[in-house]
């Protein structure tokens, strides 16, 4: 069992920057690919990146590649994001979760999730 709290949504003006952090229980949270992923109002969940077990470069959804950047500390068993130039379409509640496969993308994929945290993009 994962248990996963997102920390750090807030409000931003666009162009700005925000990170935001997943603190994760248990014991295995090395053992697990992390993801990041965002709900607008009216929209589906979807993908924004994930990074594998140890960490290093993580893979983006094109929407948010060159802006964002995901990192894990596995001794804080803590996974983060960094946006940079925020844009208002980031406007979403961003989710962090855990999976076992090691190309995982999709929602099924992911078998534990946290609560969310909003991020507000203002333009």
């Known amino acids: 069992q994962v248990q996963l709290v997102e920390s750090g949504g807030g409000l931003v003006q666009a162009g700005g920057s925000l990170r935001i952090s997943c603190a994760a229980s248990?014991?295995?949270?090395?053992?697990?690919?992390m993801g990041w992923f965002r709900q607008a109002p009216g929209k589906e969940r979807e993908f924004v990146a994930r990074?594998?077990?140890?960490?290093?470069?993580?893979y983006y959804a094109d929407p948010v590649k060159g802006r964002f950047t995901i990192s894990r500390d596995n001794a804080k068993n803590t996974v983060y994001l960094q946006m940079s130039s925020l844009k208002p379409e980031d406007t979403a509640v961003y989710y962090c979760a855990a999976s076992r496969s090691l190309f995982a993308k999709a929602l099924p994929e992911y078998d534990y999730w946290g609560q969310g945290t909003q991020v507000t993009v203002s333009s």
């Open positions: 248990g014991r295995t949270f090395s053992s697990y690919i």
């Open positions: 990074i594998n077990w140890s960490g290093g470069r993580g």
